[in-house]
């Protein structure tokens, strides 16, 4: 019989698997964009619109994949979403090969689409299951928990335009029948650890809080609206920089766009480490104060650099903007994680992390959603990176806004919370 430690150990090295698979595939395609904006004729919204899609159904179905991990358990929702992960790797296959062109002409780019939103729902349920099961896996130290998880997503993200830029340059067919050999490996490991991830509960034991609640808690709605800011920003950035730096003067291909996006998702993912641990040690909104300004700061200077120059030096300090945005963004979005766990559970207690998750997974979504198609969108209008990139920093400024007015309200509610566990440990032992 398995220890408790054991359990959490494999269930942590299980989830570390599955968000890792899930953020390669979502990050796997951008290297890709420019190639299928040539192969189908599509314009730059069209473009980015394929990296949205993967939020869509995070922000329709969240709260439901919340609901179905509080009832079935997180175990049970992951590996079947790892099953979807795969079979959604294989439909770019059929997509980037046309190979329904014979039976359905132009069909390529809508068999993308539906395999982009099943990648989505997938990948919804991993992220919204996987912090829930950690919430109540580890409700003491769930900061450094939740940074670990977020950080090894960021190394799929990280290793996913590399592995899929260079491969789709190879040979496009093997690209994605690597993709989905990378996801198939995780599965036992989901299988396996399973029951210690959760199966979950009756339906009788849990409390249904409707989402409409959620929306109306102040706390909570605050939350809500500062995720989708930093969303609605990596979102844009995860999209357009590939387009970027493929447009003279950079004219890079996949192989090189993906040695970019190496450096600046492995610089994310150090800083959702990074600010995960000190979280723990301290209240969340000092590190959310600084990563508002430092993301405000990379865009605007990213923006008046990339009008200004256009040389070897100037994109060299194009990159090196763009990477003071990735590292502060992670402090804005890391301590918001520790922030909805303990706002939940003062609020309604411990009986809905999953829907809890799933409702702010939607605001994370909305963003996320948007961030693509907003600046895909201003490019097809201006033909301009540089006020693209500075128009991003308003959601920065409305989120440091937002945290600089409400910051005594949400420390005292991840405080009055943390004290709660700790009594609770201390009367346990």
């Known amino acids: ?162 592995i899929g830029g260079w491969a789709f340059e190879i040979d496009a067919s093997s690209a994605f029948l690597i993709l989905a050999g990378i996801t198939f490996i995780a599965l036992p490991m989901v299988l396996n650890a399973s029951k210690d991830i959760g199966h979950g509960e009756s339906s009788a034991g849990i409390e249904q809080i409707p989402i409409r609640e959620f929306i109306a808690h102040p706390i909570l709605l605050r939350i809500g609206l500062l995720i989708m800011f930093s969303a609605l920003a990596t979102g844009a950035l995860e999209a357009g920089v590939p387009l970027l730096l493929s447009e003279p003067p950079m004219d890079m291909g996949p192989g090189k766009i993906s040695l970019v996006l190496l450096v600046l998702v492995m610089i994310q993912g150090f800083g959702g480490w990074w600010w995960g641990r000190l979280v723990d040690r301290s209240e969340p909104t000092r590190w959310m104060i600084v990563g508002w300004t430092g993301v405000m700061i990379g865009l605007v200077a990213a923006g008046i650099i990339s009008n200004q120059m256009d040389d070897k030096v100037g994109i060299l300090l194009i990159v090196v903007m763009l990477s003071v945005f990735q590292f502060s963004v992670a402090a804005a979005q890391i301590p918001m994680l520790p922030m909805i766990d303990a706002a939940t559970s003062r609020a309604y207690g411990r009986g809905s992390a999953g829907l809890a998750f799933g409702a702010f997974g939607t605001a994370w979504a909305a963003g996320t959603l948007i961030g693509p198609i907003f600046i895909g969108a201003l490019h097809d209008a201006t033909g301009e990176w540089s006020l693209s990139l500075g128009l991003l920093a308003i959601p920065g400024l409305l989120g440091l806004l937002m945290t600089l007015r409400n910051r005594s309200e949400l420390r005292s509610c991840y405080n009055e919370e943390m004290a709660r566990r700790a009594m609770k440990v201390e009367e346990s032992e």
Request: glycine fraction near 10%; hydrophobic fraction near 55%; aromatic fraction near 10%.
């Open 1 to 162: 019989m398995k220890s408790n430690h054991e359990g959490n150990r494999l269930a942590f090295s299980a989830l570390l698997a599955a968000f890792m698979v899930d953020f390669l595939g979502y990050a796997y395609i951008v290297p890709i964009l420019p190639e299928w904006k040539s192969q189908f004729s599509l314009s730059s919204i069209e473009a980015t619109a394929l990296v949205s899609i993967w939020a869509l159904p995070l922000l329709l179905f969240g709260p439901l994949s919340g609901r179905l991990t509080d009832k079935f358990g997180a175990g049970r929702v992951i590996s079947v979403s790892i099953i979807m992960l795969i079979f959604s790797s294989m439909l770019y296959l059929v997509a980037t090969e046309e190979l329904l062109e014979s039976t359905i002409p132009e069909s390529g780019f809508w068999v993308l689409v539906a395999a982009r939103f099943m990648h989505g729902v997938s990948g919804a349920a991993i992220l919204t299951a996987g912090l829930a099961a950690a919430s109540q896996l580890w409700p003491n130290n769930f900061g450094e928990m939740a940074g670990s998880l977020i950080g090894m997503a960021t190394v799929g993200a990280l290793l996913g335009p590399v």
